[in-house]
C-alpha cells in the first residue's frame, strides 16, 4: 500500500434504513475511489455508487497487468431473487478508461479499453440491456431485451459490431427461449441461419457438455470408443445451419483468405444420432480448393461414417478425392477408404482401432508428374511411384511401422545439362525405426547405376537421425548429349566419372567424405551467361594499358593471398570430397559476349572439396591447362581471333570456391611485311599473347608481341614500353599491321588499318546515329588506295543519309564524297552526287519503281562516270524456275503448296527413314 493512503468510512442507521460512504485518498485531497449507498431493509431496497478515478493498480496489487482505472457504476433497485415479477433495478457501467500492459514475445506495450457503457433494467420479469462499445478493437451496440420470469428465459435482440481488420457485423438477429424442458435458439445474420432446439433448459445444457468431455476422457484412457454411450448423454436435441457467401462468419474467414459458397449441418440426436454436414466449396485466396461431404448414419444398432473430401489442386489442376468409410462399433472402430487423382485410384487404405492399432496402406501408381509443378521448369519427374505401409501396434508408434517404396518405370529429368536419372524399381524399406537402403541404384545414361547403401536410423530421434550411407558408382556417365536444345541447357557433352563418397553422423552433424573421378572421354561444352562479363567486355574495361612486368614473375609469385573463409553459422557440416580430373579432359566454354566467343581447354588437376566445423564451403587445388584455343571477338570490331592457350596455365582455387584465381597466356601467329627503312621489304613472323590474370570478378587481360624468327625486330620491340608493345599487338590483330620505329611511313599496309577503322567509325557512327533518328540511315566510309599507280596514297571520305517516308513506302537517298592525299586534283564539284528515290507500288515490297543519279569512278582512262536512270522490279518467290512466269499470284501459291506436300510425302516414304 502507498504509505501516503487514506481511508475515509462514515455511516449511520435510522430504524430500517442504512446509509454508508466510502472514500480512499492517495493523498489528502486526491480520492482514488468513492463510494456511497443505501439499503432499506423492510423494503429490501438498495442504491449504490461507486466512482474510481485514476487509480493505479500497482500499487496495490502487483500481479495483473492492469495501470490506470477509471470507471463510474450506479446500481438501483428492489429484492434480489431475481426471476421473481416483483424483483426490479436500474443499473449502468461506465468504463471511461483502463489502461493494460500487453506481453508479446517478451515486448512490453501499453494500450487501453475506453469508452464502454451498459445500461441495463428489470421491471416485473422484463429486462433491457444495451451495450455500447468505442473500443479500437470492437466498435458497435448490442441490444438485448426479454423475459426473465420463474424458470422461463427468453431474449430477443440485435447485434452490430465493427471489428477492424476483419469486417462489419451488421444486423445480426439473436432469438432465445429457455424453459424446463425446452430450449430453442435461432440466430439470423445476412444469408446465415442457426436453429437448435433440445429437450432441455440452458443450466442442463452446461452440464450435459461437461458429462461428454468426461465420457470422452473415459474412453480415450480406456481406449474403447463407444459413440452409443456418448448418444445417450447428449439430449434430444435437432440442429439446423445453414450459411451462404453473405453469413457473418465470412469476415473473420476473409481475413485469412478463406471463403466458402455454401455450408450446412444437420444435426439430429432422438433413439440414435444422426449427421449430414457438406461445405461447397472451400475457396482460398479466390481459388476452389476443396468439397466436403461428411454423414454419421445409425446402423444395426450401431454407426457407419461416410466421408467424402474433394481437393481441388490449382497448380497440378488434379482433383483429389479421399473417400472414406467407417464402422463405429461398441469396441471397435473399422475404415477404410480409397484416394482417387481424377479418375485414377492411387491409395488404399483398412485398419481397425480397438485395444491396438491394426492398418494397411497402398500406393498405387502415384504419379510422379504432380510434383512438377510445385519444382522449377528445369527439373521433371515422370513415372509412377508404389508403396505399402502397415501398422500393428498397441498405440501410435512410428518404429513399429513397416512400410516400404519403390518407383515403376520412373526417372528425373534436368534441363541443365539434359540428363535423365533414373529412380530405383528396388525397395527403399522402413523397418524397425530404419530406413534401409540395400543396394539401391539410380540408372545413368551409361546404364552403370549410382548405388545407396546403407541405413538412416530414426529410432532415437526421428527430427535428428543417425545416418550411415555410402554412394558409389564405378565408370558410369551422367549424361551423353551432341547439342544444346533448349536455352535453359547450360551443359552438354559426355561426363564419365566414378565415385565413393561416405555420409556419416546426423543432419545436425553430418561429416560427407569420399572421392569423385571425372575419367578420361571427358568432354563438356559449357555455356556460361553471366550478365557482368558482358557488361565488362567494353574495350575501356576490357584493354587496359599497364605495365607488364608481372608477365616475367615466375608463377610462385603470382599467388594469390589467402583469403578469410566464409562461415556459416549453426552449422556442423564437415566435408572433405577429392576430386580428380583426368588431364584429358576437354571442356569448351561459350562466353556472352559473343556468339563466336568462346574457350576449348584441355587438362586436369585435384581438387579438394571441403568444408569446416562452422560450416563453410572451401574449393582447394589446381587445374593445370595442357592444351586449348580461345576464340575471342576483339572489343568494338567485327572480327575474330583464334589463340592457342599455353600449357603454363592453371586455374586455382585458395578456399573460396566462387573466386577462383586465373591464370591463363594464350597466343596467335601473325605475319606481317615490313617495309624497313634501311633494309627494305620482309616479311616478319610475329607472336601475338594475351594473359588472363586475376579473379572472374576483377579479371586482367592485356596484350603483348614478339617476333621470335627476326633478332632484329625482337630487339627493337624489346626497347618499346609495355603500353607501346600493346599497341603494336591490338593493330597486328585488327590490320596486320606494324607501325614500329623502323616500319616505312608509306606502308602500304596502313592502307588495310584504315578500312579496319573505317568499318569500326561506320558502324559506330550508324548505331549513334540510328538509335536518335528514326527511319534513319547514316553511313560513313573511309576508303584508301592507290589512284595513279605510282604509289601516291588517296583517301576517299563517303558519306549517305537515306530517310523513310510515308509510312516506309517511300525511300529518298542522298550521299557524297570527299578525297584528299597526293596529287589530287582541286575542282569545285559538288560534293553531294549521288541522290536516289524509291516507291514501293505494293505494301509487301514485291513491286517498286526507282529514280536514280549516281556518280562513280570506273578506271584510269575513263575517270568518273555519271550514271542517271529509272529502273522497275518485281520480287518474286518459286521452287523451280519455271514457276518465275506464272503471272498469277493465286496459282502461284498453289504450285508452291503442291511442292511442299510433295517434299512432305517424299521426307515421310520407307526409302528415307
Request: glycine content about 6%; some cysteine; aromatic content about 8%.
Amino acid at each position: 500500500m502507498p504509505d501516503t493512503l487514506s481511508l475515509q468510512l462514515a455511516g449511520s442507521q435510522r430504524k430500517n434504513l442504512y446509509q454508508a460512504a466510502l472514500s480512499l485518498l492517495q493523498t489528502d485531497t486526491l480520492p482514488v475511489l468513492e463510494a456511497k449507498g443505501s439499503f432499506d431493509e423492510r423494503a429490501t431496497a438498495y442504491d449504490i455508487d461507486l466512482a474510481v478515478q485514476h487509480l493505479h493498480v500497482p500499487d496495490y496489487y502487483a500481479g495483473l497487468d492492469l495501470e490506470d482505472v477509471n470507471v463510474q457504476a450506479k446500481a438501483k433497485g428492489q429484492h434480489f431473487d431475481f426471476g421473481k415479477r416483483r424483483t426490479s433495478l436500474q443499473a449502468s457501467l461506465s468504463l471511461d478508461s483502463l489502461v493494460y500492459v500487453v506481453n508479446n514475445d517478451s515486448v512490453h506495450s501499453i494500450d487501453t479499453f475506453r469508452d464502454v457503457t451498459l445500461q441495463a433494467s428489470l421491471e416485473k420479469g422484463v429486462y433491457d440491456l444495451q451495450l455500447h462499445s468505442g473500443l479500437s478493437l470492437a466498435q458497435g451496440e448490442v441490444h438485448l431485451a426479454g423475459l426473465y420470469l420463474n424458470d422461463t428465459l427468453s431474449a430477443k435482440g440485435e447485434i452490430e459490431v465493427s471489428v477492424p481488420e476483419v469486417g462489419d457485423f451488421d444486423s445480426v438477429l439473436l432469438y432465445f427461449r429457455s424453459e424446463p424442458r425446452l430450449l430453442s435458439l435461432n440466430i439470423q445474420g445476412g444469408d446465415a441461419l442457426v436453429d437448435l432446439h433440445a429437450a432441455c433448459d440452458v443450466n442442463h445444457l452446461m452440464e450435459v457438455a461437461d458429462k461428454v468431455t468426461r465420457e470422452l476422457d473415459m474412453q480415450t484412457t480406456n481406449k474403447a470408443f463407444d459413440i452409443n454411450a456418448l448418444q445417450q448423454t447428449i439430449p434430444a436435441l435437432t440442429l439446423h445451419v445453414d450459411m451462404h457467401r453473405q453469413n457473418p462468419l465470412m469476415p473473420i474467414l476473409a481475413h485469412y483468405g478463406l471463403s466458402f459458397d455454401q455450408a450446412n449441418v444437420q444435426l439430429v440426436n432422438s433413439d440414435s444420432l444422426h449427421l449430414d454436414a457438406y461445405v461447397d466449396t472451400l475457396n482460398y485466396e479466390q481459388h476452389s480448393v476443396a468439397h466436403l461431404d461428411a454423414h454419421l448414419v445409425p446402423r444395426d444398432a450401431n454407426y457407419d461414417y461416410l466421408a467424402n473430401v474433394v481437393y481441388c489442386d490449382t497448380l497440378t489442376n488434379f482433383d483429389y478425392t479421399v473417400n472414406t468409410k467407417a464402422r463405429l462399433l461398441s469396441e471397435e472402430i473399422s475404415a477404410n477408404g480409397t484416394i482417387w487423382a481424377d479418375t485414377f485410384k492411387v491409395a488404399t487404405f483398412d485398419g481397425k482401432l480397438t485395444n491396438r492399432i491394426d492398418a494397411e496402406a497402398h500406393l498405387i501408381q502415384l504419379p510422379l508428374s504432380v510434383a512438377n509443378q510445385f519444382l522449377p521448369t528445369s527439373i521433371a519427374f515422370d513415372g509412377y511411384l508404389n508403396g505399402r505401409a502397415v501398422l500393428d501396434c498397441d498405440s501410435v508408434d512410428f518404429n513399429a511401422l513397416t512400410a516400404s517404396l519403390w518407383f515403376d518405370n520412373a526417372h528425373v529429368w534436368y534441363e541443365g545439362c539434359d540428363m535423365t536419372l533414373g529412380l530405383p524399381s528396388d525397395s527403399i524399406v522402413y523397418k524397425d525405426g530404419q530406413l534401409v537402403f540395400d543396394k539401391i541404384g539410380f540408372q545413368t545414361e551409361s546404364k552403370r547405376p549410382i548405388v545407396i547403401d546403407g541405413v538412416v536410423d530414426l529410432r532415437k530421434d526421428m527430427t535428428n537421425p543417425d545416418i550411415n550411407l555410402l554412394i558409389t558408382a564405378e565408370k558410369a556417365r551422367l549424361f551423353k548429349n551432341n547439342r544444346r536444345k533448349t536455352r535453359g541447357q547450360f551443359m552438354f557433352g559426355k561426363l564419365p566419372f566414378s565415385t565413393s563418397i561416405a555420409v556419416n553422423g546426423t543432419p545436425q552433424n553430418l561429416k560427407v567424405n569420399g572421392q569423385i573421378q571425372i575419367l578420361s572421354g571427358c568432354e563438356l561444352t559449357y555455356y556460361y551467361e553471366d550478365d557482368d562479363l558482358v557488361a565488362s567486355s567494353q574495350l575501356n574495361d576490357l584493354v587496359e594499358f599497364k605495365s607488364f612486368a608481372e608477365m616475367d614473375r615466375p608463377r610462385e609469385e603470382l599467388d594469390m593471398e589467402e583469403r578469410p573463409m566464409r562461415r556459416r553459422e549453426n552449422s556442423q557440416l564437415d566435408v572433405n570430397l577429392r576430386i580428380r580430373i583426368d588431364k584429358t579432359a576437354q571442356v569448351l566454354v561459350y562466353l556472352p559476349t559473343s556468339s563466336d566467343d568462346k574457350v576449348q581447354i584441355q587438362g586436369g588437376g585435384e581438387l579438394l572439396l571441403g568444408a569446416d566445423e562452422a560450416g563453410s564451403i572451401r574449393l582447394t587445388g589446381t587445374y593445370e591447362v595442357n592444351n586449348g584455343d580461345i576464340n575471342f571477338k576483339l572489343p568494338m570490331l567485327p572480327m575474330t581471333k583464334e589463340f592457342a592457350l599455353n600449357k603454363d596455365g592453371y586455374v586455382r582455387w585458395n578456399g573460396v570456391v566462387d573466386e577462383p584465381e586465373l591464370y591463363l597466356t594464350a597466343s596467335q601467329p601473325v605475319k606481317c611485311t615490313i617495309n624497313d627503312v634501311s633494309s627494305g621489304a620482309r616479311v616478319v613472323r610475329f607472336v601475338v599473347s594475351i594473359l588472363i590474370k586475376g579473379t572472374l570478378e576483377n579479371m586482367d587481360v592485356v596484350f603483348d608481341c614478339s617476333a621470335p624468327d627476326d633478332a632484329a625486330m625482337q630487339s627493337e620491340l624489346a626497347t618499346l614500353t609495355a603500353e607501346d608493345r600493346s599497341k603494336q599487338a591490338l593493330l597486328l590483330l585488327v590490320a596486320q599491321t606494324y607501325s614500329g620505329p623502323s616500319a616505312s611511313t608509306s606502308n602500304a599496309g596502313m592502307a588495310s588499318a584504315n578500312a579496319a577503322i573505317s568499318n569500326l567509325l561506320n558502324k559506330e557512327i550508324e548505331s549513334l546515329l540510328t538509335n536518335k533518328m528514326k527511319h534513319t540511315e547514316i553511313n560513313v566510309g573511309i576508303d584508301t588506295y592507290d589512284a595513279t599507280g605510282t604509289g601516291a596514297q588517296q583517301t576517299d571520305y563517303t558519306v549517305s543519309v537515306s530517310q523513310k517516308l510515308f509510312n516506309d513506302r517511300m525511300r529518298v537517298t542522298v550521299g557524297g564524297k570527299v578525297t584528299t592525299g597526293d596529287e589530287v586534283q582541286k575542282n569545285d564539284a559538288e560534293i553531294i552526287n549521288d541522290v536516289s528515290m524509291e516507291w514501293m507500288i505494293n505494301k509487301d515490297g514485291s513491286h517498286y519503281v526507282r529514280l536514280f543519279r549516281k556518280l562513280n569512278y570506273e578506271s584510269v582512262l575513263e575517270g568518273e562516270v555519271v550514271e542517271t536512270g529509272v529502273g522497275y522490279v518485281q520480287q518474286r518467290d518459286a521452287f523451280r524456275f519455271w514457276q518465275l512466269f506464272i503471272p498469277n499470284s493465286k496459282k502461284r501459291a498453289a504450285a508452291r503448296e503442291a511442292m511442299l506436300q510433295k517434299l512432305r510425302q517424299e521426307s515421310l516414304s520407307p526409302t528415307n527413314q
